[in-house]
Antibody
Framework: VQLQQSGPGLVKPSQTLSLTCAIS??????????WNWIRQSPSRGLEWLGR?????????DYAVSVKSRMTINADTSKNQFSLQLNSVTPEDTAVYYC??????????????WGQGTLVTVSS | QSVLTQPPSASGTPGQRVTISCSGG????????VSWYQQLPRTAPRLLIY???QRPSGVPDRFSGSRSGPSASLAISGLQSEDEADYFC???????????FGGGTKLTVL
């Protein structure tokens, strides 16, 4: 499994941060995985942002801290998922990671990570 | 302020055994599985331990995990220079409805 991230490294305050994670070696529709976004900054450490996963239907979970500003979408035609974070401020500056979680049979852990994208929020 | 509490640093000499603690609560470590990750400088985290004490293929058996109530520990035996890295614990938090991480422990091999 490989996760390849893409997206801009610089976003202006109040604008929307958009990142994409392309999946190879697995399917975004997998019934035993969840597809996550996680960020890391010196001030906040590792912070889980949200996930999307498919079972009988699609589910999305978001961290309370970003729930009102964040959307995760899965694109089955391109086998990828994306992050949109609205109304960004400099506090959103971080390295953003996409990660697969094995999520089944009572188990849940991040087994594959993207390469990380440093996103700086600055005018 | 991370939900899971780890010591900021740990150290040991080659060959020694080092333990890193991760303190949580009944809504996370106490009720759900915990996993551990190693992060080398400028790289993404790597899964070391899942389901409290299970190692993925490729992770040496020098690494082991345990849990006691709302706390977990990562032990590294036969310490090697390449073990110098940051280590993070993580668990799902039922109260928050999301994943929580420890603040990380920087391991120095003296």
């Amino acid at each position: 499994v490989q996760l390849q991230q893409s997206g801009p490294g610089l976003v202006k305050p109040s604008q929307t941060l958009s990142l994409t994670c392309a999946i190879s070696g697995d399917s975004v529709s997998s019934k035993i995985a969840a597809w996550n976004w996680i960020r890391q900054s010196p001030s906040r450490g590792l912070e889980w942002l949200g996930r999307t996963y498919s079972r009988s239907k699609w589910y999305n979970d978001y961290a309370v801290s970003v729930k009102s500003r964040m959307t995760i979408n899965a694109d089955t035609s391109k086998n990828q998922f994306s992050l949109q974070l609205n109304s960004v401020t400099p506090e959103d500056t971080a390295v953003y990671y996409c990660a697969r979680a094995f999520y089944n049979w009572g188990l849940d852990y991040f087994d594959y990570w993207g390469q990380g994208t440093l996103v700086t929020v600055s005018s | 302020q991370s939900v899971l509490t780890q010591p900021p640093s740990a150290s040991g000499t080659p060959g020694q055994r080092v333990t890193i603690s991760c303190s949580g609560g009944t809504s996370n470590i106490g009720s759900d599985t915990v996993s551990w990750y190693q992060q080398l400088p400028r790289t993404a985290p790597r899964l070391l331990i899942y389901n409290i004490n299970q190692r993925p293929s490729g992770v040496p058996d020098r690494f082991s995990g345990s849990r006691s109530g709302p706390s977990a520990s990562l032990a590294i035996s036969g310490l090697q220079s390449e073990d110098e890295a940051d280590y993070f614990c993580a668990a799902w938090d039922d109260s928050l409805g999301g994943w929580v991480f420890g603040g990380g422990t920087k391991l120095t091999v003296l």
